[in-house]
Structures are given as C-alpha cells and as structure tokens.
C-alpha cells in the first residue's frame, strides 16, 4: 500500500490520474453502502492529509516568489534603470519585475500549488457530503429492510387473502402441522402481520414516489 507521501507525488506529478483519483472516491455506490461507510474515515484521512501538502506547498511557493524572487529582480531592476540613466520609480521597477524570467516562472509554479489546493480542498468538502449521503441511504435502506416481513416479497403480500377467505392460510398451517414444523402464529396473527407488512411497504413506496417526484421537479 503507498504510503500518503507517495499519493501525494504520483497526484503531484500526473493531473490526469488526480482526476481519476477525484472521481472514483467521491462516487456514492446505491450498492454498496455499507463498505462506502466503513471505508469514509480512511478516504476521509487520507484526502486530508493531501489537502494538508498542498496547502503547505502553495504557501511555500507563494513565500519564495513574494520573499525571494520580487526583491532579487527589484534589486536587478533598480541597478538597470540606472545604468540606463532612467529614475528607478516604483512603477518602472514593477514593470521590470514582472517582465522578468525568474519572476513568471516562480508565479507560475506558485499558481499551480494553489489551484491544486483548492481542487483538495473542495473533494475533502465533497466527503463531507458522501458522509450525509451514506448515513441517509443507510437509515433509508433499514427501514425499507424492515418493512419486510419473513423475507415476503410485496407481491406475496398481495396475494394472500386478508378478507376472511382464509383457504390459502389454512394450508399454510395443515402443511406446517403436517411436516411437524414448529408452531406457526394463529390465522389472525398472521393476517395481522400480513396487513402491518402491507401497510407498511405502502407507506415507504409512497414516500420513494414523493420524493423522487421533488427531486425531479428541483432538476
């Protein structure tokens, strides 16, 4: 397994593998909820930490350009305006600074590491949300769980009778005696729990249709 200094350059070195990186840690799998929840607080920790390099490195970058390199070509400046007979305002030498070699090469890697920290930055902001997501979708999919009922598929709900034609039900229970299967509830147990389960995926099913009918209105 690389170790975070080793995430940092192979990202560093490669935008395009920094994209890919970005894209696979920020999707949330419908799927797969529960590995995406156990492994948050490593990808959490690990983006951090590059978030963290990149932000020490923009200000080390902006260091040396603001400390280093603007007073050497102010220096420069100053001597070469004077050696060409010409007063060293602040203007001209601000013109010469900027002009210079040294000058546009250090802004330019100085510009790089910032915009590399705040790419950082905003995919740590994005875990933030994948966190919000994963715990809805989580609390979401216990509760479409247990509105299950004996690992019944909704269509088995609707198809036993629940209105006092209890045929279908009384061979569920001449089988069970039959095959010396562990009591089963009584038949208005049953109905009971038949009808619980039934009102309950009613529910849920109605609160996915309102919800998804928001989402789509928003987009």
């Not at 935008?15 to 990808?43: F, G, K, W, Y």
């Not at 280093?68 to 010469?96: F, H, N």
């Not at 900027?98 to 090469?105: A, E, L, N, S």
């Not at 247990?146 to 036993?160: C, K, R, V």
């Amino acid at each position: 397994m690389s170790t975070y200094e080793q995430l940092y350059a192979e990202i560093r070195n490669s935008p395009e593998l920094l994209q890919e990186r970005i894209a696979e840690v920020v999707r949330v799998d419908h799927e797969d909820v529960l590995s995406s929840m156990l492994a948050q607080a490593q990808s959490f920790m690990e983006w951090s930490y590059l978030q963290v390099k990149a932000e020490m490195e923009a200000k080390k970058a902006r260091f040396y350009l603001e400390e280093e390199i603007e007073p050497q070509c102010r220096a420069e400046a100053e001597v070469s305006l004077k050696a060409e007979g010409e007063r060293a305002t602040v203007e001209r030498k601000r013109d010469y600074v900027v002009k210079h070699d040294d000058y546009k090469t250090a802004r330019q890697h100085y510009l790089v590491t910032q915009e590399r920290a705040l790419v950082l930055k905003r995919v740590v902001d994005a875990l933030f949300q994948k966190k919000d997501m994963l715990q809805s979708l989580n609390s979401r999919q216990k509760v479409e769980f247990d509105a299950l009922q004996h690992d019944m598929e909704p269509e088995a709900w609707e198809s036993i009778p629940t209105n006092g034609d209890h045929e279908q039900i009384d061979k569920i229970f001449h089988q069970a005696e039959h095959y010396g299967n562990p009591p089963v509830p009584s038949q208005q147990e049953l109905v009971s729990s038949i009808q619980r389960g039934r009102a309950a995926f009613r529910m849920k099913r109605k609160e996915r249709l309102t919800r998804n009918k928001m989402e789509n209105s928003d987009e």
